[in-house]
């Protein structure tokens, strides 16, 4: 399985605008650093073709441009890709497999899809044997003699197939866990988990008069003793007969299962719990008025920030054997119990007048949850002898790494990571080492995303340093390598590398300048990559995982109508801040006639802001805005000059480019958007005064603030799915960079536009879609009411009935942009 991309850990934060499709072709797009003034010569090639790009064809359904390869993982023999691949003009999804070295793809029929694998198959500690589901059923292959086994055939749904030490298996079946022996073949229950109190079986008199009552009359006494006598001789019969089990846990009444991890011995369980709370209201609902019934559908939404309440996770180690519960206490975390919101709650207070005192007292404690992971938050070593859990707290300044004290019942504190701003939920990969009780994990307190190691009784040692991200680990199998994806060279590159655990050396394995992902095969003999350009969508490639290796194109699925279309090749440039040494990177598109040496001041420009905030967009590989990418060609064939920044908050650059937003969204931003108009207006010919910017999600709040805070910065702007109050936005998201609501009011409304919209002088338009359960619709409606309520002129509305938050319809992408294509042809 491919590991999570920068895009992909992006679309699980809920801003992105649209699908991502990701080749590696050549690519004429240069790299500028630290260009403050314009070079000799500045060549803007376009991708070989002759084809004009239009603006219905950009914003046509994607399939015009190829079908890329999706959901690619390696088959079990090593040797096999497995891939899919959309239908022309449906949405469903072909499967190929495709040998390494062969020419061509073979389809696969429908009736051989379960024996394939999947991306999610685990393997036996000797590698013999692999399980995975289809389809909610379980197979198990037996790898050495090429044999497929169906272990189930129901109509529940089987889930996470787990091999125990002894190579017997286990799978859960909703909250039991059922195993098997695979050598006769037995299913039995190995953990039945029932949320709910453990039912009262005997009714032991309790008042006065029912102590008399069994005290008076027999009969009722012989009742009481004829139910004891069952219990016991059902006990004794569990006890002495192993044909029977009871492997019934309660967990107890309005509970919700967090997570339930078996450790590899299958002896001990370590399940995380919550109360069971709702993510949302009944009232928390969102009209959609376009339906096949032609009635209005109230459709559940999310709850908002505003609405969140304090929630933490309950721990609880279980022993099997006895059905032993003991719950673990979060007291023997460093910092389990301070008022890391003492400041923030002092600035508050003293605007009402206040004198806020800080105490100490339990903060709420959660299992950690990263956006873009595949992995549990609890990691069982290989021997089952430890367990090792990742925690956050609720208040997003602080994650833990905690191993069990199974004999003293309690967690030990291994590694702390505290953020005064917020703790990333991107950037946790942890696991630990085959070979010995030493963990390994990603940490930010460098700065950057770093590898470290830890033994159980040691300190966290760094593994990889330097102004870098690193994501995406691989362990090998003998703990030799940590493989890992990063972006060294330059922070818009993305190669993957490998860690000697030993000698403490890095390597680099591909040097393909762009956007690489990879997945090592199951004998981490090869290495399967996805890779793309900013000109070229993604494609597949295979390559022995050694430096230096020979890289092979796998798929070749660009359409021939893409290939013979004319698009303006970006450059990323180094735009010098303002506010700090680090320059903000963004693309520049140059107009198709411009010359190096042109002067005066006369172009027009348009600055595009990506969604997401922690998004990187300025990078070298294919843009999940492939259709921003090709309106901003058309825009630069017709001599704009557009300019795509990777302003502060983005991802790619760093914990303190991510932080620079706390409690102050937006205005960063625009200080770095300040910054790229003055760095067109010296390096790009371009008028100051013919300058308009747009963007959607994210990017349409930053057009808000933009245009709001710095009036005169813009003669138009166009906010698409835009967020006007942070208050009424989810809570995962917002509470990291504005904390709560009810905390933190000052950081709201310092952050939401509605609370500027008094700025507002030049044109305005919005566009909203309508069933958006992501940035709602009511975020349009206060604002344009408020806007209404302070008399202003220059702003229009355009509603989109049946889409959400990423538009599906080609009609509606048309629509949208050829309204943005008019306000600035009109205003600039």
């Not at 009552?213 to 069952?230: C, S």
């Not at 003055?678 to 008028?687: I, T, Y």
Request: some cysteine; charged content about 25%.
């Amino acid at each position: 399985m491919f590991h999570k991309s920068v895009l992909a850990a992006t679309i699980a934060s809920s801003f992105i605008l649209s699908g991502c499709q990701s080749t590696a072709q050549q690519s004429n797009t240069q790299v500028e650093t630290n260009q403050t003034s314009a070079p000799s010569q500045v060549e803007t090639p376009a991708k070989p073709g002759s084809v004009a790009i239009t603006l219905e064809q950009a914003m046509a359904d994607p399939d015009w441009i190829g079908n890329q390869p999706e959901g690619a993982f390696w088959h079990s023999d090593s040797n096999t890709v497995v891939y899919q691949q959309k239908q022309q003009g449906n949405q469903l999804r072909d499967t190929y497999t495709q040998a390494v070295g062969a020419d061509s793809a073979t389809k696969v029929t429908l009736a051989q899809l379960h024996t394939l694998g999947d991306d999610k198959a685990v393997y036996s500690q000797d590698n013999r044997l692999q399980a995975y589901v289809f389809k909610g059923d379980v197979f198990v292959r037996d790898t050495s003699a090429n044999t497929l086994v169906q272990i189930t055939k129901t109509s529940a749904f089987e889930s996470a197939p787990q091999f125990l030490n002894d190579n017997s298996l286990v799978y859960r079946r909703g909250n039991v866990f059922m195993h098997v022996d695979l050598g006769t073949g037995l299913h039995s229950e190995l953990a039945n988990l029932k949320l709910e109190d453990k039912p009262i079986k005997v009714n032991e008199p309790k008042s006065y008069i029912a102590k008399e009552q069994h005290k008076l009359i027999d009969y009722v006494a012989l009742q009481l003793k004829n139910q004891k006598d069952a219990l016991e001789r059902d006990q004794q019969l569990a006890n002495e007969n192993s044909a029977v089990v009871d492997a019934t846990i309660y967990l107890g009444d309005k509970k919700r299962l967090v997570d339930a991890q078996l450790s590899p011995d299958g002896s001990k369980l370590i399940v995380a719990l919550t109360d069971d709370r709702s993510w949302r209201a009944d009232t928390d609902i969102m009209p959609n008025y376009i339906t096949q019934d032609a009635g209005v559908e109230s459709v559940p939404a999310r709850r908002r920030v505003a609405d969140a309440k304090p929630q933490g996770t309950e721990l609880v180690y279980i022993d099997l054997p006895s059905k032993a519960k003991t719950t673990l206490t979060y007291n023997t975390l460093p910092g389990w119990n301070e008022d890391v919101l003492a400041e923030v709650k002092r600035e508050n207070y003293a605007r009402q007048g206040k004198e806020y005192e800080s105490e100490t007292k339990r903060r709420e404690i959660n299992l950690m949850m990263d956006w873009g992971w595949g992995q549990s938050a609890i990691q069982w070593n290989r021997s089952g002898s430890q367990v090792a859990v990742m925690l956050e707290a609720w208040d997003n300044k602080d994650r833990w790494i905690a191993t069990v004290d199974f004999k003293g019942k309690k967690l030990v504190n291994q590694h702390r990571l505290h953020d005064d701003a917020w703790i990333n939920y991107t950037f946790n990969d942890f696991g630990w080492l085959n070979t010995s009780d030493t963990l390994y994990f990603l940490s930010e307190q460098s700065g950057y995303s770093h590898i470290y190691t830890k033994p159980l009784t040691g300190k966290a040692s760094q593994r990889t340093k330097g102004q870098f991200e690193v994501s995406d680990l691989t362990l090998s199998e003998n703990d030799q390598y940590l493989y890992y994806k990063a972006n060294k060279k330059h922070p818009g590159i993305y190669e993957v590398y490998r860690l000697n655990l030993d000698s403490g050396n890095s390597e680099a394995l591909t040097s393909l300048d762009g956007m690489t992902d990879y997945s090592l095969s199951p004998d981490e003999q090869k290495l399967l990559l996805q890779h793309s350009k900013i000109m070229h969508p993604p494609e597949l490639y295979v390559m022995d995982a050694a430096p230096g290796a020979k890289v092979t194109q796998l798929t070749h699925t660009v359409s021939e109508q893409f290939k013979a279309t004319k698009l303006v090749a970006p450059k990323v440039v180094a735009v010098p801040s303002s506010h700090g040494e680090q320059p903000v990177y963004a693309k520049v598109y140059y107009p198709s006639d411009y010359q190096s040496d042109e002067s005066g001041n006369t172009r027009k420009a348009v600055i595009f802001n990506h969604g997401a905030g922690y998004l990187q967009n300025s990078h070298f590989g294919w843009s999940g805005y492939f259709r921003e990418f090709m309106f901003h060609s058309l825009l630069a064939s017709e001599g704009y000059v557009v300019m795509d920044m990777d302003y502060r908050a983005s991802k790619g650059y760093g914990r303190d480019w991510r932080t620079a937003i706390y409690r102050q969204m937006g205005t960063p931003e625009t200080q770095d958007l300040v910054d790229g108009v003055k760095w067109m207006q010296a390096n790009a010919n371009v008028d100051v005064e013919r300058v308009g910017t747009y963007g959607g999600s994210y990017g349409g709040f930053m057009t808000f603030m933009a245009l709001f805070t710095e009036p005169e910065l813009f003669q138009a702007g166009a906010a698409l799915r835009p967020v006007s109050d942070w208050a009424h936005y989810n809570a995962p998201y917002t509470s990291n960079i504005l904390n709560h609501p009810d905390v933190d009011p000052i950081a709201y409304e310092r952050s939401s536009p509605i609370y500027f919209a008094e700025g507002l002088e030049k044109p305005l338009l919005i566009n909203a879609p309508m069933v958006d359960d992501n940035v709602f619709f009511q975020d349009v409606v206060r604002l344009v009411q408020r806007l209404i309520e302070l008399e202003k002129e220059d702003f229009e509305t355009a509603i989109f009935p049946v889409e959400p938050h990423g538009f599906v319809q080609p009609s509606s992408w048309l629509d949208e942009y050829r309204r943005i294509y008019k306000l600035f042809e009109e205003n600039l």
